[in-house]
């Protein structure tokens, strides 16, 4: 198994551009989180999706931030307009079973710097 | 506010030697509790887990102590290795059906030859 994928690996964009990162989430979970890592707070729940339907969003930062999961292998954290407060490690997470507890199979992260 | 929190920040061990981390928590609605593994420039990966149900688990050099009246609980590191130089992070989760990982801060170990 080829894990969860992310992409792109590294993003450095200026403040004001619009930024998505992708995720490709291991084949056959039907769970889907977004973590943001700084730092200062540490590794954060921004969102997550059950069956392709977003259930918990209320770790999402701001309006600028928006995430969609199209179908079950694809999954979209997109921030309009970036801020330099935006810069951390973005990582996807998925696990098996909703409430498969602590299970989350982490992807590589993405590491965006805003500028 | 943290719920879960995380001792030391980071820690320098020799190689053959304990490493320890404590963790401390609040909610006692908790019930399950994971250790993660994070190496650089990778995500972090579930390495060990318990139930409050029970004081100890040990998974070959790595095991987790749980202190349920104390709210408290810890991961040993035996017979530490340069490879096992990593962040590590505990976190807690509540209830079933729970998919909400409250995660310590990390401890970035090093263990030095």
């Known amino acids: 198994d080829a894990g969860v994928i992310q992409s792109p690996r590294h993003e450095v964009t200026e403040m004001g551009q619009e930024v998505t990162l992708r995720c490709k989430p291991i084949?056959?979970?039907?769970?889907l989180f977004w973590y943001r890592q700084t730092m200062m707070r540490g590794l954060e729940l921004l969102i997550y999706f059950n069956n392709n339907v977003p259930i918990d969003d209320s770790g999402m930062p701001e309006d600028r931030f928006s995430a969609k999961m199209p179908n079950a292998s694809f999954s979209t954290l997109k921030i309009q307009p970036s801020e330099p407060r935006d810069s951390a490690v973005y990582f996807c997470a998925s696990s098996l079973l909703a409430g498969a507890k602590g299970e989350q199979y982490f992807g590589p992260g993405t590491r965006l710097t805003v500028t | 506010q943290q719920q879960v929190k995380q001792s030391p920040q980071s820690l320098i061990v020799q190689k053959g030697g304990i490493s320890i981390i404590n963790c401390a928590y609040e909610?006692?609605?908790?019930?399950?509790f994971p250790w993660y593994q994070q190496f650089p420039g990778k995500g972090p990966a579930l390495l060990i887990a318990i139930r409050p149900d029970v004081s100890e688990k040990k998974e070959g050099r790595f095991t987790i102590s749980f202190n349920k009246s104390a709210k408290q609980f810890s991961l040993h590191i035996m017979d530490s290795q340069p490879g096992d130089s990593a962040t590590y992070f505990c976190a807690a989760i509540a209830g079933a059906g729970s998919y909400q990982l409250t995660f310590g801060k990390g401890t970035k170990l090093s263990v030095i030859p």
């Open positions: 909610n006692t609605a908790f019930d399950y």
């Open positions: 084949s056959g979970h039907n769970s």
